[in-house]
């Protein structure tokens, strides 16, 4: 006897306020959160540094998938944080996995709760199946198992927390660590004054170009409605689904601790981090157009891993913004055209700056 698989269904947040990405220029100065459930499967307790991105993205995350819920966890920040002899923060069943394995093993569990609920070895409904992984994992030791698994089509959700870094053993560059971003494996000196010169591999839209019949999105903790959201549509989608998340590194970026979600709204307003969302059935990209479009300074500036950048650094990552505003639909103002010319940026090696003024405003 054959038993049906019962999937869950999760409803979706209202999307308004400064914490959703919505469009609307109201939206942005609107202090408003809907009703969050209570229940907090990721608890406190566990060992990230202070105003660590990735703690975040966990918390939401698993705030919005509920208690019927099964994670995976490979060898990452998040692993070696969370994890003491005995102890997790977890009250949702959490296993850990080797760093290349996080796509192979939540294949198993996948593929392995569909077939005791067929055979009725499992009461069900199916369970929410998590794996979150590192930006070493996922972009790079473990993309290969994650890709097989999106292939495969297994019906969990498959997670990037991008911090943009190997944070956990010493901050050492990884394929989405952004150009001129600097990591004891990328330091600047006299034979490459940029520190680090390829760009960010872009991930998600491999994971939605490569396997077309997945849901595939990125968000950043700078929008917990819209990251929450995604992670219930990603869940909610019959099949594999890959969320890619921007996680502010406090200890590797050089920062001050509480700018972790300016800064995840501030990558996008610059242009560096397009949020969007792919729908399989339609194949087609929703693009989230911010309200605020700023030069790729008012974001560089506020972190230490980009203070040793020259002009003509700094207008290769406003090259490359702007390219990223045409690709998602949006008009470059003439202001940001101009900031593609190395002069424009010359005061940057004649004074002394930090944080620009208005590092405040938004957050």
């Known amino acids: 006897m054959t038993f049906e698989v019962i999937r869950q269904q999760l409803p979706l947040f209202e999307e308004d306020g400064r914490a959703a990405a919505t469009d609307d220029e109201r939206g942005r100065d609107l202090h408003y959160l809907p009703d969050l459930p209570e229940e907090d499967p990721y608890a406190a307790g566990h ?28 060898t990452g920040c998040m692993y070696v944080a969370n994890s003491t002899y005995l102890c997790t923060p977890y009250t949702v069943p959490w296993a850990h996995t080797p760093i290349a394995s996080g796509g192979s093993f939540t294949s198993g569990v996948a593929a392995g709760y569909e077939a005791m609920i067929r055979k009725g070895r499992y009461p069900g409904p199916y369970p929410n199946i998590v ?5 070493g994992s996922a972009a790079d ?28 053993t010493g901050i050492q560059t990884s394929p989405t660590t952004p150009y001129a971003g600097m990591t004891t494996f990328t330091p600047f000196g006299k034979a490459i004054p ?28 700078g929008y917990p409605v819209d990251l929450m959201n995604k992670t219930r549509k990603g869940l909610n989608h019959v099949g594999a ?56 300074t008012d974001y560089l500036a506020m972190q230490g891993r980009f203070g040793h950048m020259l002009p003509e650094h700094v207008a290769v990552t406003q090259v490359g913004a702007n390219r990223n505003w045409e690709t998602i639909g949006m008009e470059v103002p003439r202001v940001l055209r101009d900031l593609e010319d190395p002069a424009r940026h010359q005061r940057l090696a004649d004074e002394e700056y930090s944080m620009p003024i208005n590092r405040g405003v938004g957050a």
């Open 47 to 74: 060992r990230t540094c202070a105003g660590c991105g990735p703690a975040i993205q966990y918390r939401w995350v698993l705030k919005a998938a509920g208690q019927d819920t099964v994670v995976a966890g490979p």
């Open 131 to 135: 794996v979150m992984a590192g930006d």
């Open 141 to 168: 030791i473990g993309i290969g198992s994650i890709s097989g698994a999106l292939y495969r089509n297994h019906d969990a959700l498959f997670v990037c927390y991008d911090n943009e870094c190997y944070a956990n």
């Open 194 to 221: 940029e520190g680090k010169k390829l760009p960010p591999k872009n991930l998600a839209k491999m994971m939605a170009e490569g396997h077309p019949h997945c849901y595939v999105a990125t968000t950043t903790v």
């Open 241 to 296: 689904a890959f969320l890619h998340c921007y996680t502010p590194c406090q200890k590797g970026w050089v920062y001050q601790t509480s700018m972790t979600v300016e800064l995840g709204r501030r990558v996008v307003e610059s242009g560096l981090w397009p949020v969007w969302e792919y729908d399989p059935q339609e194949r087609t990209y929703r693009y989230f157009h911010p309200p605020v479009q700023r030069p790729v």
